[in-house]
């Protein structure tokens, strides 16, 4: 019975700040931080109702239930009280310092529900060093502040937990994700599979190229890795493993694609958003720049998952396309995404543009008989879909706090210093730094959270260095996403090992692997401007188009061992040269005024002719056909 009333109570709540999320891109009638502070209200009912229907004893849901009714009566505090707190910031009375304590407490305690251990403990250290840094001598120090004046800095002063990113999260993020819960109520994931399997027939590998397609389309929308798995992975898992795949591979194939969906404009898992506010740019600037890293990302993956196809002879049957259900299922995902993406580039807002999408997706909805949901599995997707948005919004509360502890302490520039020294002024090895710590930031932690984290901690250095800030940001970007692929702690990678029935750490270095692109591609992105679309030399930048996907189809090969058939030796070895000479040339410039990225570049398509020469013989001579997916024809 209570866990009944719970679950409606989660519905309402999800369906009533869905409903205020839509009319507040109409019509303004609140200020920036009243219209926070309901967002956040909004998110606390959610996530501690969700965590008490969770419970399994009395003081669980008791407990859940007063954090519940003290988080929505913190917030209406600062609703109803926005001019005093900003004449009092810095300077707050008593019962201030009490609330904003309150609001501290429970976003941390939110985040942990929502996320585990990582983000909480990464917070109570800069907030730590907040408080006591004045303790440290050296580099690191800073002047005292006291505890007033830090809680109203981190929360009730209307910075720290409100500003720039619980503002993205109430104004831009939320409605995009709701956007993609939407799409499973009403069936576009019959389009994706479908669309999948037209990858299955071009390459070797069969569902595990569908699994690859299908993922991506699912996790570009999504912008969760780990829920993103759990929901696609429940049917792509099972039936790579039934034609023949390992366990890790199946799930590592399965991780890759749902974590490289962020990667993939327009949407980009929603982070995206926060990387046009950090560059004070326009979102359309973004996507376009995300697009041929994105496509290369998934080049490498589907390259990947063919290699481990040659590798362990796996042959699934053909998978037979249902054009009727992909051509009805076209249009609830191709309009609204149209819709979109013109939105954006007109440089409508965001949240306007996910507005509109919403509306058009469920309307088109109605129009099929086979895809019109019914109303109670509509809330039931909207409100599950409002308290993913939670989810994501309550992490970037917390980083809200992370990063004012930055600004305060001047510690963001003294991080910077540090990597700068590090390096020595070396720029390879401020990107092999700022790598390491992208990762390590990112592990267990939202794609949002992690990337902002990395923006404003390692970025400003790399910037410094003399990288343009699009590449900076886009580096740092493509590590935090990858964190949930890299051990130990790759979350996506225990998800999908967790449905597959497989030791987590094989899956985590076999994703890790399948992932190998998304290793290179940043730093291509840093040496080369072609990939983000500001070319500095046109003869170099057609090189580059002709140089990139060529090695990273030569550095998966070498990799993985096989092509079109298993390498011999010296097959594999001309693989790695052809490899290391075509990104070589994609990377280097003139090095005292000497043109070796030409001789580079011709060395490399010689090396990958030799080798695909010599694969196409030895295939001939087995009598294999070169697509062995006709075989199955």
Same mark, same amino acid.
């Given at each position: ?8 109570? &989660? ?7 869905? *409903? @205020? ?21 909004? &998110? ?15 003081? #669980? ?15 209406? @505090?600062?609703? +109803? ?18 609330? #904003? ?13 929502? %996320? ?11 907030? *730590?060093? !907040? ?21 109203? /800095? ?13 503002? &993205? ?17 009403? =069936? ?14 071009? $390459? ?12 991506? $389309? ?16 429940? +049917? ?118 996910? !507005? %509109? ?14 895809? =019109? ?20 919004? &309550? ?29 020595? *002024? ?48 886009? +580096? ?27 030791? /987590? ?17 940043? +730093? ?110």
């Amino acid at each position: 019975m209570q866990t009944r009333l719970l679950d409606g109570a &989660i519905v309402l709540i999800g369906l009533l700040m869905f *409903g @205020y999320q839509m009319v507040s891109t109409q019509y303004l009638f609140l200020g920036s931080y009243e219209h926070q502070a309901v967002h956040l209200g909004f &998110i606390f009912a959610l996530l501690f109702l969700n965590q008490a229907r969770q419970a399994s004893g009395v003081f #669980g849901i008791v407990s859940n239930l007063v954090f519940a009714v003290l988080g929505v009566a913190a917030t209406g @505090y600062v609703l +109803f009280n926005i001019i005093h707190l900003e004449e009092v910031f810095g300077y707050p009375e008593p019962v201030d310092v009490v609330v #904003g304590v309150v609001l501290i407490g429970l976003v941390v305690i939110a985040t942990r529900a929502a %996320w585990g251990w990582t983000l909480p403990i990464v917070a109570a250290i800069f907030v *730590g060093y !907040f408080l006591w840094g004045h303790y440290l001598t050296g580099h690191l120090h800073h002047r005292p502040f006291n505890f007033d004046y830090v809680v109203s /800095y981190l929360s009730i002063g209307l910075s720290g937990i409100f500003g720039t990113f619980l503002g &993205i999260s109430a104004n831009q993020v939320f409605l995009f994700v709701v956007f993609g819960a939407l799409l499973g109520i009403i =069936r576009v994931n019959d389009f994706f599979l479908e669309a999948g399997k037209i990858a299955g027939k071009a $390459f070797r590998g069969g569902p595990g190229q569908t699994a690859v397609v299908s993922s991506g $389309f699912i996790g570009m929308i999504s912008g969760a890795a780990v829920a993103n798995v759990a929901v696609t992975g429940a +049917f792509t898992i099972p039936y790579m493993k039934q034609v023949g795949y390992k366990p890790e591979h199946a799930a590592a194939i399965e991780a890759t694609a749902s974590t490289g969906g962020q990667l993939m404009p327009p949407v980009m898992g929603a982070a995206a958003f926060l990387m046009a506010s950090f560059l004070g740019v326009s979102y359309d600037t973004v996507m376009l720049a995300g697009i041929l890293p994105a496509i290369l990302y998934f080049w490498g993956v589907m390259l990947g998952v063919q290699f481990l196809a040659v590798r362990f002879d796996i042959r699934p049957p053909l998978e037979r396309i249902n054009f009727p259900v992909l051509l009805r299922r076209l249009p609830l995902f191709a309009l609204p995404l149209a819709v979109l993406i013109t939105m954006l580039i007109m440089q409508y807002s965001p949240a306007n543009a996910a !507005f %509109w999408a919403i509306i058009l997706a469920v309307a088109l909805s109605y129009v099929d008989p086979q895809t =019109r949901p019914k109303i109670g599995h509509l809330a039931r997707s909207i409100a599950g879909g409002a308290l993913v948005g939670a989810q994501i919004g &309550i992490s970037l509360a917390l980083v809200g706090l992370i990063a004012q502890t930055l600004i305060t302490t001047g510690l963001g520039n003294k991080i910077a210093s540090l990597v700068e020294l590090l390096s020595a *002024g070396n720029l390879l090895i401020g990107l092999v730094l700022t790598m390491i710590v992208s990762i390590i930031l990112g592990c267990g932690v939202p794609t949002s959270a992690a990337y902002t984290l990395v923006a404003i901690v390692v970025i400003p250095s790399v910037i410094k260095m003399g990288v343009d800030p699009i590449a900076a940001h886009f +580096f740092s970007f493509y590590f935090a996403v990858i964190s949930s692929l890299t051990p130990p702690v790759a979350l996506a990678a225990l998800a999908g090992a967790g449905l597959a029935g497989a030791p /987590y750490f094989k899956t985590s270095l076999s994703a890790a692997k399948l992932a190998i692109s998304g290793f290179i591609i940043p +730093f291509l992105i840093i040496f080369n401007p072609l990939l983000t679309f500001n070319p500095v030399n046109w003869v170099w930048g057609i090189g580059t188009i002709i140089a990139v996907p060529l090695g990273m189809t030569a550095l998966t090969a070498a990799i993985y061992g096989c092509g079109l058939s298993v390498f011999t030796a010296k097959e594999r070895l001309l693989a790695t040269l052809a490899a290391a000479c075509l990104l070589g040339y994609s990377a280097f410039r003139h090095v005292d005024e000497l043109p070796i990225e030409y001789p580079m570049l011709v060395l490399g398509i010689a090396a990958f002719a030799a080798t695909l020469y010599t694969q196409v013989r030895t295939t001939k001579a087995k009598g294999e056909p070169l697509n062995p997916q006709l075989q199955n024809g």
